[in-house]
């Protein structure tokens, strides 16, 4: 086992577009490291450079205490588990699992001991006679981790593992992945475009966007404390909400009229313009319920028009449209883009109490919890109200673009 250091890589293709652009992640012994962003980010290049399949165009490849840059990848002494599993059809589970110890000459006692310790962690004891072609894509994936294991390799590389499974099968392999990962507290790199993958799974994440590390950091601070629009907008679903807003003193203008908000984070703010406001779904309750549960301040209230009310029974989405100015529509449409998502249409998107009795086509009391807001730039994207202390590590180079 080993810890993993990339110090400001570089990967420029034949064409001189760099794909991965000056990104530094220090992955610790052990770390289950998430690499996550939309297609064409930069994550599979990334992993390929670790793993030792593509050139390092400049920057410093470390795992333990070596340089690796320039090893080669059977020397680099990782293991790497594919999209497709890559399992031989003509070979048993057993001999597949085998694979790498046959190749190293390993004599039969051995193998056998490795294959049978890696087949009982991963639970196919019972399958290891049979063909890859009869076992249900979870099967599958467990042999090609059992490749990996009896390698004893000091990292695995995981690149969207779960793509081309089923959304039940996917949510069980995650469980699986987690679980077996933590048992073997093997160091791992694991790549997806999938944000809740990279919620659930990583110790860490790295997102990344166009080669750039936005934001290195655990879940709960990207959640909590996105250092950009960028990022606000990646983590979360169903995603956080940008209204246009302007601060003066403690008050923050909204579409829907003022909300106070604590006086250090409005101090960053003021003063600044027009501005975007980020409010999570869940930051919002129905005005009602939030003053019986205790928790709603008077300053904190407004009245808006619901068009669309979904009941799904322990809670109640709300749609709320709103006008936003050319400044800030144009900056979401942008991120929009950049997100691969579906429009994020300047209409705001609440959560609240499944118990709420709000009804479509009424002005309804909302309450929001305004010390959760976050104010970003909108030329630059950065998060003016950023937690630095709880916020991982965002590069400078992150937030302009
Ligand atoms: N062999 C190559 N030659 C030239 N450009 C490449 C090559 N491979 C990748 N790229 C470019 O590098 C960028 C990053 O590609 P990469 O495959 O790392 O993205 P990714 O984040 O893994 O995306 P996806 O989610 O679609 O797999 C893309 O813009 C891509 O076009
Ligand atoms: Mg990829």
Redesign the pocket.
């Given at each position: 086992m080993a810890s993993i250091n990339i110090q400001n890589l570089v990967?420029k293709?034949?064409?001189g577009?760099p794909?991965?652009n000056n990104v530094s992640i220090d992955i610790a012994d052990g770390e289950f490291m998430i690499l996550v962003?939309?297609?064409?980010?930069?994550?599979?290049?990334?992993l390929?450079m670790i793993v030792g399949l593509e050139d390092i165009t400049s920057g410093e490849l470390t795992i333990g205490e070596r340089r690796v840059n320039d090893l080669a990848p059977r020397d680099r002494n990782l293991a790497m588990v594919f999209q497709n599993y890559a399992l031989y059809p003509h070979l048993t589970v057993y001999e597949n699992i085998a694979f790498p110890l046959r190749l190293a000459k390993l004599d039969n006692a051995e193998v056998d001991r490795l294959v049978r310790d890696a087949s009982s962690t991963l639970e196919l004891d019972e399958h290891l006679e049979r063909k890859p072609g009869n076992l249900s894509g979870g099967q599958r994936q467990r042999v090609a981790m059992g490749r990996a294991i009896v390698r004893q390799a000091d990292a695995f590389l995981f690149?969207?593992p779960l793509s081309n499974l089923d959304a039940k099968l996917r949510g069980q392999m995650r469980t699986e992945i987690a679980r077996l990962q933590k048992r073997l507290g093997i160091t791992t790199v694991y790549?997806t475009?999938d944000q809740t993958e990279a919620m659930t799974l990583g110790d860490r994440v790295a997102v990344?966007k166009r080669?750039l590390l936005q934001q290195l950091a655990t879940p709960r601070e990207l959640y909590d404390n996105p250092g950009n629009l960028f990022v606000a907008g990646f983590i979360g679903s169903p995603p956080m909400n940008f209204l246009p807003a302007e601060v003066t003193g403690n008050k923050v203008k909204l579409p829907f009229g003022e909300v106070e908000i604590p006086a250090e984070k409005a101090a960053r703010a003021e003063g600044r313009g027009l501005l975007i406001a980020g409010i999570r779904p869940e930051a919002f309750e129905d005005a009602k319920l939030a003053e019986s549960k205790g928790v709603a301040t008077g300053t904190a209230t407004f009245s808006a028009n619901v068009d669309v009310v979904e009941w799904l029974g322990n809670e109640t989405y709300a749609y709320i449209p709103f006008e936003a100015p050319p400044e800030v529509t144009k900056q979401l449409a942008q991120l929009e883009k950049e997100l691969d998502s579906e429009a994020l249409r300047t209409q705001l998107v609440v959560s609240l109490d499944g118990s709420s009795r709000i009804t479509a086509g009424t002005e309804a009391e909302i309450w929001v919890d305004s010390a959760k807001m976050h104010l970003f730039d909108p030329a630059t994207g950065e998060n003016l109200t950023v937690d630095n202390e709880h916020a991982g590590h965002i590069p400078r180079e992150a937030a302009t673009v």
């Open positions: 990967k293709y034949g064409d577009f794909a991965v962003g939309p297609s064409g980010c930069g994550k599979s290049t990334l390929r690149d969207e790549v475009h990344l080669g």
